[in-house]
């Protein structure tokens, strides 16, 4: 696992052992991102289930402005930890260590999001729920990209956001969404 392009390109990232996570294999990656290609340039980035931070610190090597990674494991969000500084990330990166409804749930703030990565585990069947959240506490800035990861063949819907992509890499399926008004390409 690999930083694949930008300030960062081609650091290996470090992965938990085990089956706490599972890293977005490499061919999703290098999709999403080129759907993202030119969404990303000076915007703020929502990892809500980090794992290893590859998705955050691949938007940030390619020119966001921040990420914010949520991480509930421990071990996981020390990898994270390293792997912000290993690519020299770090400066734009806020780690935090908690659930995602936690988080979630005491997000009544300021801070919103331009692009928002969901990859929970796949069993948990949480997507929506996440994104009726993600609306509903007004965490999404206008055009906000959802990139949603699962093993479902489902084009994820939720009201306040309307679904642009939908597609099928191996056995992981990719739905975009988009906060009413934006647009990509694709």
């Not at 960062?8 to 290609?37: C, D, H, N, Y």
């Not at 659930?99 to 999001?113: G, H, M, W």
């Not at 399926?173 to 934006?182: A, S």
Request: proline content about 3%; some cysteine; aromatic content about 8%.
């Amino acid at each position: 696992m690999r930083i694949i392009t930008g300030i960062a390109r081609g650091i290996r990232l470090e992965t938990l052992e085990g089956l706490e996570t599972r890293p977005t294999p490499e061919r999703v990656k290098e999709s999403v991102f080129s759907m993202l290609q030119f969404e990303l340039e000076n915007r703020r980035v929502l990892d809500l289930f980090a794992g290893s931070g590859q998705m955050g610190l691949e938007a940030l090597s390619r020119g966001a402005l921040s990420c914010t990674f949520v991480e509930k494991n421990l071990d996981a969000m020390e990898i994270v930890k390293k792997n912000a500084k290993k690519t020299k990330l770090w400066d734009k990166c806020k780690i935090i260590n908690v659930d995602y409804k936690d988080y979630l749930r005491n997000s009544k703030t300021a801070e919103k999001f331009d692009i928002v990565f969901l990859d929970p585990p796949y069993s948990q069947k949480i997507i929506p729920q996440i994104l009726e959240s993600l609306v509903k506490f007004d965490m999404l800035n206008n055009n906000a990209k959802v990139i949603c990861e699962s093993e479902d063949d489902v084009a994820y819907e939720c009201e306040g956001l309307e679904t642009v992509k939908h597609s099928k890499y191996g056995r992981v399926f990719i739905t975009v969404l988009c906060k009413r008004g934006g647009n990509i390409d694709g």
